[in-house]
């Protein structure tokens, strides 16, 4: 009981010690405290200033490339019928209809075929062996009323026109199952 009582005691003594004005370790840790709440203020603001920074850099990479790939489609001899084309398909997930929207680069006409170009910029985006563009082409393909689809790395100064065999969309069959097919059309 004595222990107990100066334990109590004890700590009773520590916490008005830290808490009298006159105290230097509570204004040390009253500073301590309140520079790492500044710096951590500083952290978080920094950056997200460097990711809007690092977004803006992208944008404008990617408003060039679609310049770029607009001289490119119509050098290659296709006619372009609308850039940031809007559209949609139906799917079903346990019988609820769902609509998903998109919009395509641009879709482009030659020699009366329809397809969407989709432009890409960067190290990795333009290679058809990137997941995400092959996904993003395959569901431009189910969207969109057309023949084909165009990959278009204006960079590089490269269009391809890619083919997902076996896709029955009643327009251009392709009956070879293995792979999908990728065909440079220019560049």
Do not use: C, H
């Amino acid at each position: 009981m004595g222990e107990r009582l100066a334990f109590i005691d004890w700590l009773d003594r520590g916490v008005r010690w830290l808490a009298s004005s006159s105290s230097p370790a509570w204004w040390t840790a009253a500073l301590v405290v309140l520079l790492f709440l500044a710096l951590e203020l500083l952290r978080t603001r920094l950056g997200r200033w460097l990711e809007r920074a690092r977004l803006r850099r992208q944008n404008l990479r990617a408003r060039g490339a679609e310049t770029l790939a607009a001289r490119l489609l119509v050098r290659a001899g296709y006619r372009i019928l609308g850039a940031q084309v809007r559209g949609s398909y139906e799917l079903s997930v346990d019988g609820r209809r769902i609509l998903v929207t998109l919009r395509a680069d641009y879709v482009v006409e030659r020699r009366g075929r329809p397809f969407v170009a989709e432009v890409k910029s960067g190290q990795f985006a333009p290679s058809i062996e990137n997941a995400a563009t092959r996904r993003q082409l395959l569901e431009y393909r189910m969207a969109f009323a057309v023949e084909g689809v165009l990959l278009v790395d204006a960079e590089a100064g490269d269009i391809r026109e890619v083919v997902f065999p076996g896709l029955f969309l009643g327009l251009g069959q392709n009956d070879d199952l293995d792979a999908p097919v990728v065909r440079s059309t220019f560049g």
